[in-house]
Nanobody, 120 residues
Framework: VQLQASGGGLVQAGGSLRLSCKAS???????????MAWYRQPAGKERELVAR???????TYEDSVKGRFTISRDNGKKTVYLQMNNLKPSDTAVYYC????????????WGQGTQVTVSS
């Protein structure tokens, strides 16, 4: 499976972006059965979980993005989305998607991610 993230860019603080991540070469039934998540990695820091969405479409968010970010999924398109509103400079990072497991493991290779840069 190849994870292709897109939608990043340069935006001013307070702005919005919508990220997409397609699991190409994935069988639709396999994607539909995976809990998915968005992660981000600021420069020089560890990758961190931002938001996750279950097979049943229940979503959970990291505290700093609650009320600003919304994760969603379209199983028919094998794609997970991240709507990001009221962006802050602290949101600057490379954003990735992958599967989610409570023990921190991942099912698929990381893609290249998409860079989000928020200027003050």
């Amino acid at each position: 499976v190849q994870l292709q993230a897109s939608g990043g860019g340069l935006v001013q603080a307070g702005g919005s972006l919508r990220l997409s991540c397609k699991a190409s070469r994935s069988i639709l039934s396999v994607f539909s059965g995976k809990n998915m998540a968005w992660y981000r990695q600021p420069a020089g820091k560890e990758r961190e979980l931002v938001a996750r969405i279950s097979v049943g479409r229940e979503s959970t968010y990291e505290d700093s993005v609650k009320g600003r970010f919304t994760i969603s999924r379209d199983n028919g398109k094998k794609t997970v989305y991240l709507q990001m509103n009221n962006l802050k400079p602290s949101d600057t990072a490379v954003y990735y998607c992958n599967t989610y497991h409570p023990l921190g493991t991942y099912d698929w290779n990381w893609g290249q991610g998409t860079q989000v840069t928020v200027s003050s």
